[in-house]
């Protein structure tokens, strides 16, 4: 991976390079990686190019999703074809959700996708840099989808990343085709929420509806995406989640977690009742966390949801904040 000059204004070609490891020529660079406005975008360019080939029907094609996807992904979907959560004869497509960037089980999954003659793509939404046996999670599939806003501090922004030339071309002729009006829009909304209050979630919600027509990643994001790596952003989110594992290395909260992850969360798996002490604990010292659910199983085949903590390992907590989130953990366990 390169790194930036300070105050200097990168190209397009390094930040894709900064992207993406420097094992790719520069023609594949521009080829397999394109930015888009978000990670829905990502998707419904991704499955409007399945319509135009044929994979996918009508609206009654069905996609094979995983469980606890949120909504507006989901409604996303619906515009082309039907997302399903178990297999029939009307599926033609999974969709791979690796969860808070944790892979799943890629190896089973792949022998479902040949003997079905299933298209797979990617969910990478809670991914930057994570493996699966070694090899990097977003290149088992057609293509996947990245979500930028996940990961770091840009608002909106997100990429598909594919081999398939057509779906390059076709994505490249969608990005043509932005409403810049509904583009600045979601994102004076999405400002407006993050930096103001919350109050306004509601118009960022209203704007999903649209976001197929929010196809080019903005200046605004793009320069954040520069300015996050720029600080080292990856460095630092992998350094915390490498505090958190050696911190509770002799307990078995975290035990099935892989260092070779880059994850958005880490998931705190124990009972119930000192699932919402902890969350209690952790949200009374400042530290914004909340009790979801996290596949265990790591299989959306065969899935298994049990209740996790969010623990935040982002780049935007200092070595002393990570020592008081798993010094307030201790306390409670």
């Known amino acids: 991976m390169i790194h930036f000059e300070e105050n200097k204004i990168c190209s397009w070609r390094e930040l894709l390079q900064a992207f993406w490891p420097k094992n790719f020529t520069e023609g594949e660079f521009i080829k397999r990686l394109i930015f888009t406005g978000s990670g829905k975008t990502a998707i419904k360019i991704i499955l409007d190019y399945l319509k135009t080939i044929g994979v996918l029907e009508n609206k009654n094609s069905e996609i094979l999703v995983p469980r606890w996807l949120g909504y507006w992904v989901y409604n996303m979907m619906h515009k082309v074809a039907f997302p399903c959560l178990t297999y029939n004869e009307k599926v033609k497509v999974i969709l791979v959700y690796h969860q808070y960037g944790f892979p799943q089980d890629m190896d089973e999954i792949m022998d479902f996708a040949e003997n079905k003659k299933l298209i797979i793509i990617e969910d990478c939404a809670h991914v930057y840099e994570s493996y699966y046996k070694?090899?990097?999670?977003?290149?088992?599939?057609?293509?996947?989808?990245?979500?930028?806003?996940?990961?770091?501090?840009?608002?909106?922004?997100?990429?598909?990343?594919?081999?398939?030339?057509?779906?390059?071309?076709?994505?490249?002729?969608?990005?043509?085709?932005?409403?810049?009006?509904?583009?600045?829009?979601?994102?004076?909304?999405?400002?407006?929420?993050?930096?103001?209050?919350?109050?306004?979630?509601?118009?960022?919600?209203?704007?999903?509806?649209?976001?197929?027509?929010?196809?080019?990643?903005?200046?605004?994001s793009l320069n954040l995406l520069q300015s996050e790596l720029?600080?080292?952003?990856?460095?630092?989110?992998?350094?915390?989640?490498?505090?958190?594992?050696?911190?509770?290395?002799?307990?078995?909260?975290?035990?099935?977690?892989?260092?070779?992850?880059?994850p958005y969360v880490a998931p705190l798996i124990t009972d119930e009742d000192k699932l919402n002490k902890i969350?209690?604990?952790?949200?009374?010292?400042?530290?914004?966390?909340?009790?979801?659910?996290?596949?265990?199983?790591?299989?959306?085949?065969?899935?298994?949801?049990?209740?996790?903590?969010?623990?935040?390992?982002?780049?935007?907590?200092?070595?002393?904040?990570?020592n008081r989130i798993c010094e307030v953990i201790k306390g409670v366990i």
Not at 136 to 156: Q, V
Not at 293 to 308: A, G, S, T, Y
Request: proline share 1%.
């Open 134 to 220: 070694g090899k990097r999670l977003g290149t088992f599939g057609l293509a996947s989808i990245f979500s930028f806003s996940k990961m770091f501090s840009t608002f909106m922004g997100g990429a598909i990343l594919t081999k398939d030339d057509n779906l390059c071309e076709y994505a490249s002729r969608m990005l043509k085709e932005d409403d810049f009006f509904i583009s600045a829009l979601s994102l004076f909304f999405k400002i407006l929420t993050e930096k103001i209050s919350m109050k306004f979630v509601k118009y960022v919600e209203m704007s999903y509806a649209v976001y197929d027509r929010n196809t080019k990643i903005n200046k605004v």
């Open 230 to 262: 720029l600080k080292k952003a990856i460095e630092k989110r992998r350094k915390n989640y490498f505090f958190l594992l050696d911190y509770f290395k002799n307990y078995n909260f975290f035990q099935n977690l892989e260092r070779d992850a880059l």
């Open 279 to 322: 969350s209690k604990s952790l949200n009374t010292a400042g530290i914004k966390t909340g009790i979801y659910h996290f596949d265990i199983n790591r299989n959306l085949l065969n899935p298994k949801f049990v209740k996790c903590l969010w623990v935040p390992v982002h780049q935007g907590l200092t070595f002393d904040n990570m």
